[in-house]
């Protein structure tokens, strides 16, 4: 069995916090860690600099989504077209 520190955590907790942090679920607690291990881990600091600029990235992209209706639309016309091909 791994003796788990108290204070410190692994790069993939590390990463795991990171995501929620970025969603405004982590709590101070693992905000806490993650900045520990943010001081020394070089892997850690890269993974959140990059999570921070995918964040602001989809934050100022002019991305739409389809209406229901239309992936409706769209779902039946590729279907018609999957039966076209096999017949």
Known sequence: MKNK???FISCEEAQ?????SQYKEATLWE???LSLRF???RITRTYVSKNKKL????????????????????????QKELKKQEH
């Open 39 to 41: 001081l020394w881990c």
């Open 55 to 78: 964040t602001q990235s989809l934050k100022q992209s002019k991305v739409t989504c389809l209406k229901q209706s239309e992936k409706e639309n769209l779902k039946e016309t590729l």
């Open 16 to 20: 795991i916090i990171c995501d929620k």
């Open 5 to 7: 520190s108290f204070l």
């Open 31 to 33: 905000k806490f860690k």
